[in-house]
């Protein structure tokens, strides 16, 4: 087991540690993703038994006990399982979640308790050269879980986006190349996006926003045309998995 860090964007660092254990041959990375800035704010903790290395990986950057913000995409240990180990790690930190997320889980499974951050509003976390307003953005049931959420970094246009565009393999921190296929063939593999039709609708949503950088919890960050990358997947979603709906609705499956 390996973690790095490296910069992908201007003071944004990504923190990776890839187990090839996992999805054999190719193996798969867990990525969190700091941004240093006046307040800085870490998306993902990951599992409580990657503390150590993530941790550490963090202390390269900045001491622990700077952290003010922690965020993640939902409810799930390689999301948040080391939230509370980061919050006694720096007293100064609070969660900052949706709406949903601190009422179904959060408020309960949180050390201290969180900020809840609405669907739209703007975390604004400072910075003296580059000020950083970090967009709070719900994204129910997509991938997966009722409270998925993302975060845009509007400086850098940097989207925080959890598991889209998950796939496997220990790549390079960050690429221009397209990851598309990639991503699709993990979903085949995995099956983990839980709704079809709120995945492409969201995705098409996302790219709206015009990402110049994808910070992807699973494999290489992506630099580039976010928004083209977005509406491919969304078209890809649909191409490759649609048939397959459709199939089983006319088998009468959904009925009902």
Known sequence: METRIDE?????????????????????????????????????????????????????VMPLQRLRWIAFGH???DECGAMNEFLAAAPHAQVASGVAACELSVNDMCARSPRTVANGEVLDIGGRQLRRQ???????????????????????????CGDLFTHVGHGSPVTGDDLVERALDTEAAFRFTSCLTAA?????SLAELSPHTLA??????????????????????????GPELEFVASKGVLAG
């Open 200 to 204: 492409t609708a969201t995705l098409r």
């Open 75 to 77: 409810v799930e240990a």
């Open 134 to 160: 970090v967009r709070q953005i719900n994204t129910p049931h997509v991938p997966h879980n009722w409270e998925a959420q993302v975060m845009f970094e509007e400086a850098t246009e940097t989207l925080l």
């Open 8 to 60: 992908i964007e201007d003071r944004i660092y990504r923190i990776s540690t890839f187990v090839p254990e996992i999805a054999e041959p190719a193996g798969f990375t867990f990525n969190q993703f700091v941004l240093d800035a006046e307040e800085p704010l870490l998306f993902h903790t990951g599992m409580r038994n990657l503390f150590p290395a993530v941790s550490g990986a963090l202390a390269k």
């Open 216 to 241: 992807i919890m699973h494999g290489s960050s992506f630099r580039g045309d976010g928004a083209g990358a977005l509406k491919t997947l969304a078209d890809g979603y649909e191409s490759r998995f």
